[in-house]
Each structure stands twice: as C-alpha cells, then as structure tokens.
C-alpha cells in the first residue's frame, strides 16, 4: 500500500507572519510534520504543498518532497481540499499510485511518535474509508450566546448529571486525517464514506493560530518529551 504524506503549508498568514517557519523548540514549525511523517513505518513519501520558496526550501532540507502550490488554491480562502487535490494529481504523474493519503496539519505539531502508525492500523483493522483526529469532551458543559443571555449547549444545567453519565463526544483537533484517494475526489471532502476517529491525549488538542499558542505548544512538547 501506497501511504503518501501532504502537508498544505501556505506562505501567508495574518495571526502569525510566517507562521510554518516561526520557530518551535528550535526548528521551523514545518519541522515537526515533516519528521513525524517520516518517522512512520507505513508511510511511503512525505510531500510539502506551498506558494512560498522559502517553505518550500526548508522542506526539502528536512527530506520531503515538494509541490508548488498555485496561487489561485493559496489565498485565505483556499480550501486544504483544493491543495490535497492538486497535490493527488502531480504525486500520480510520478508515481504509479497513491492507495491512501495522510493529510497533516503543520500548526499541530504536538503529535506523538506513535499516532500516525496507530491510526493507520485502525484506519486498515476497520476498513475505514477516511478519519479525523479528535479529543474527547465527554466532561464539557458547552455553553452558546443568544440575543440575550447564555443558555446551554449540550445539557440541562437544571438537571446536571455526574461526569461519568454524561455523553461521550469527539471534539475533531485536525491533527491529521487519513483518507482514500477516491473519497477525496468523488466528495471534494476529506471525510466520506466509512468514517473513523482516532482520539488522542487532551494536551495534543492544542493548534497555533496565533504568538501566544506558540508557548503553549513548546511548554507541552518540552514537557512531555516529543522534541
């Protein structure tokens, strides 16, 4: 089987200039994808999908592969789909074929080594067709604002029931994503058809959208050991 990894990294960034080669624990934050991808025992190739040269450069020095995304599938709105499509066609061009795709988020870079392999192993086990990295919230009180006042989301505050009778739920972090070529091209969708989740740890959940996450992301990964 043909597992091929594809990192969509934009050069542009509003919250973060910058954002993929701000530094993390000392590396370029494109660093860390890059080498957990490539520390997996069932992934084949690791490809980096970016406008910019100077991401695209780096990515080759850390030993992946890359595409040079066009401009019009790289503005704010571009869709990671848009990139993972474009991304499909030229990988096909060189090689013979792709049997499942492993689409990486760059700004979460709190990933254990084993994730990515457990989670293929599921994705294989349950003949799955695509899945999403998620946490689970099973002990959340969410809450929503209406024109008013607050009112609850996902239980009756008047009848407040322990942690432990409360509902399961997976809160998707977007860590990565697993996913069959066909889905992706028949739903212009990273999920379809038999759909699975692979949960991981409650301090993973964290994503940089902005400077403050980037302390909150090196003060994890120091302290449990994934640098």
Known sequence: MNVVAIIPARG??????KKNLQKICGKPLIY????????SNFVNSVWVSSDDDEILSCAVSFGAKTITRPLNISNDT????????????????TENSVDLILGMQATSPIRAKF???????SFCVNELDS???ANSIKDFHIWKKNKVSFE??????KNRKPRQKMEEKFL?????????????????NRLGGKIGCYVMEAYQMPQIDNFEDI???ETIMLGYGLT
């Open 32 to 39: 860390w994808s890059i080498m957990q991808a490539r520390a």
């Open 115 to 121: 994730d990515i392999d457990n989670a293929i192993e």
């Open 12 to 17: 542009g960034s509003k919250g973060v200039p």
């Open 215 to 217: 302390k909150l992301c």
């Open 78 to 93: 571009a869709s990671s789909e848009s990139a993972w499509l474009h991304s499909l066609k030229h990988i096909r061009s």
């Open 152 to 157: 609850a989301d996902n239980y009756n505050f």
């Open 131 to 133: 899945l999403f990295t």
């Open 172 to 188: 998707e972090n977007g860590s990565f994503y697993l996913f069959k070529p066909e889905i992706l091209e028949k739903e212009h």
